[in-house]
């Protein structure tokens, strides 16, 4: 296997074995790779260097679903709520909520978290701008949203994807402009309400 | 204090300390209700014991807003929408999540749950038949929506009963059958689903 193949092989056995238990050893990761635990410490010093290369591959995948939604100018609304279904399929909101806490945030990680942001928000205003989304919903409330449904666990992963479609569906339609009755209530979580959860 | 009053009493402080902690000590839950240890023992032989109470409680406080609801036959989707609130802000899916795994069920569990569910049928029932609900949500949806909704914590109560709100009104709208842009994908869960996470 090239060596960039082999780097991919290990984000994806650490993004399932870390999702499964975020304080999963670094043994728990190697077997998942197929590689012994010699070889996994010789690519990634530490599980804290490994925990950081997973929460940027797992913001990389964010932004580019994002980015391929923005790039659907013929239907906002279509493109965004495609996007938030691929960001569910592919379980980068339920990473995010097992690496809370066990990841500490260096330069690139903030610096991707405001690509992720930047880039969140300029979806927001295509489809806003399109008229279809309520006017009040924020980036914020996505982060909320996208991470009460990748929560949604009955434990069994098919069911559990199926389950998150369902809610996901239901959702949308909650977050059209046609269908608002009133206004949300209440402002949306603060950055720092959204920012404290890391810690 | 009259002696039905000190129960009320010490189930609301059991509820106060099991939602910060569900595995809570008898101790903790004593000072709360401001009594010895000894005291609480007196009422209840162990801690289980007192779960099941606190558990009770909780489905019959459930059962009321239910009933309530129903009894409002003029606009029984305002009555449906009130119920979800008045059990958010009472914070009772909060609790059974959090009980979860540590209360065993007995046989007035059991009941009570299948009196929660014939309860919740019936306000469905009657939110279905005046047209305003999507005719394809089940009980089992609203156990979910209840439950995701009530995980909802940026860490400050008032804060976190704010945005719990902000998400029902967004989910409300969205469980609307005006809002329908398509059928709801899926099945709902099944029984054994929701009831296997109290295993």
């Known amino acids: ?6 780097d991919r092989a290990v984000l994806i056995a650490a993004r399932t074995v870390l999702l499964r238990d975020a304080r999963a050893t670094m ?8 590689m012994g635990v010699a070889g996994l410490y010789r690519r990634y010093a530490n599980k804290q260097t490994l925990l950081q290369a997973v929460a940027a591959d797992n913001y990389r995948r964010y932004v580019a679903f994002a980015e391929a939604a923005l790039s659907d100018t013929d239907d906002p609304w279509h493109a965004f709520t495609d ?5 569910l399929d592919e379980g980068l909101p339920r990473l995010t ?20 942001v930047n880039t969140t928000n300029r ?10 989304l309520r006017p009040e919903v924020t980036r914020a409330d996505i982060t909320v949203l996208l991470e009460q449904l990748g929560r949604i666990d009955v434990g069994d992963d098919v069911r559990s994807a199926a389950l998150r479609r369902r809610y996901l569906t239901l959702v949308c339609d909650g977050l059209r402009a046609d269908s608002a009755t009133r206004r949300l209530p209440g402002p949306p979580p603060h950055e720092a ?6 810690a």
Chains 1, 2 share one sequence.
């Open 1 to 6: 296997m090239p060596p960039q193949n082999m």
């Open 27 to 34: 043994a728990a990761i190697a077997e998942e790779a197929g």
């Open 83 to 87: 996007f938030l279904r691929h960001v």
């Open 97 to 116: 909520v097992a690496l809370r806490g066990e990841v500490t945030f260096d330069q690139r990680l903030s610096d991707l978290d405001k690509l992720a």
């Open 123 to 132: 979806l927001l205003r295509a489809a806003r701008g399109s008229g279809a």
């Open 193 to 198: 309400e959204l920012l404290g959860r890391w």
